[in-house]
Nanobody, 128 residues
Framework: QVQVVESGGGLVQPGGSLRLSCVAS????????MAWFRQPPGKEREFVAA????????YYADSVKGRFTIARDNDRNSIDLQMNSLKPEDTAVYYC?????????????????????WGQGTQVTVSS
């Protein structure tokens, strides 16, 4: 049984930092992309960042470029999201996701339908 578990969410002041972690178990994802999405209150789930299978390529939503960094560790079957210079509009439930389609193009990394496995989410609240 595959499990994807996020951790590291919490309450932070504007301008602060948080690091989210995601660990998968039950199968390896070392040959597949992993990503972070988020769902702000009252809105649809949206893409945040993704990393290719070896971490050589990273993709970011425009809203987080230059502030967030994604990093994966295939030995740990994990992916982290370092979030700096946080803004109130970053408030959301953050979800980790992993895909299992062989050879999928990075063009598809931003779509929720690309991913087969999801975590339960971790709340990030940016507020003074």
């Amino acid at each position: 049984q595959v499990q994807v578990v996020e951790s590291g969410g919490g309450l932070v002041q504007p301008g602060g930092s948080l690091r989210l972690s995601c660990v998968a178990s039950g199968r390896t994802f070392r040959h597949h992309a992993m990503a972070w999405f988020r769902q702000p209150p009252g809105k649809e789930r949206e893409f945040v960042a993704a990393a290719s299978w070896n971490g050589a390529a990273s993709y970011y939503a425009d809203s987080v470029k230059g502030r967030f960094t994604i990093a994966r560790d295939n030995d740990r079957n994990s992916i982290d999201l370092q979030m700096n210079s946080l803004k109130p509009e970053d408030t959301a439930v953050y979800y980790c996701a992993a895909e299992s389609t062989p050879g999928i193009s990075g063009h598809y990394y931003g779509y929720t339908s690309t991913y087969d496995y999801w975590g339960q989410g971790t709340q990030v609240t940016v507020s003074s």
